[in-house]
Nanobody, 122 residues
Framework: QVQLVESGGGLVQAGGSLRLSCAPS????????MGWFRQAPGKEREFVAA????????SYADSVKGRFTISRAGAKNTAYLQMNSLKPEDTAVYYC???????????????WGQGTQVTVSS
């Protein structure tokens, strides 16, 4: 079992930046790929970014390319999502997830964090 603890959400003005963190713990937690997803009110959960367990491979949704950067570092292989040039449409609950492969489909990730709210004001 892998537990994921997210932090870093909050309220920011359009054009601002936030950095989300996702710290994994539990059995062999550092060997999992990590993904970030988000869900806005009334919308389905959507893929944001993913990174392989080694950090050598990343992928992004078209809507965040060039603005968001996923990375991982540290002894726990914590995952980060650096979000720059934020837009009001980025407002959502952001979830991190862990799974065997860095893919874009939520169903491929068996472990999920509790979510953290990101609100971007115009």
């Amino acid at each position: 079992q892998v537990q994921l603890v997210e932090s870093g959400g909050g309220l920011v003005q359009a054009g601002g930046s936030l950095r989300l963190s996702c710290a994994p713990s539990g059995r062999t937690s550092s060997n999992y790929a990590m993904g970030w997803f988000r869900q806005a009110p009334g919308k389905e959960r959507e893929f944001v970014a993913a990174i392989s367990w080694s950090g050598g491979s990343t992928s992004y949704a078209d809507s965040v390319k060039g603005r968001f950067t996923i990375s991982r570092a540290g002894a726990k292989n914590t995952a980060y999502l650096q979000m720059n040039s934020l837009k009001p449409e980025d407002t959502a609950v952001y979830y991190c997830a862990a799974g065997p492969r860095a893919v874009t489909t939520a169903l491929s990730y068996p472990f999920w964090g509790q979510g953290t709210q990101v609100t971007v004001s115009s």
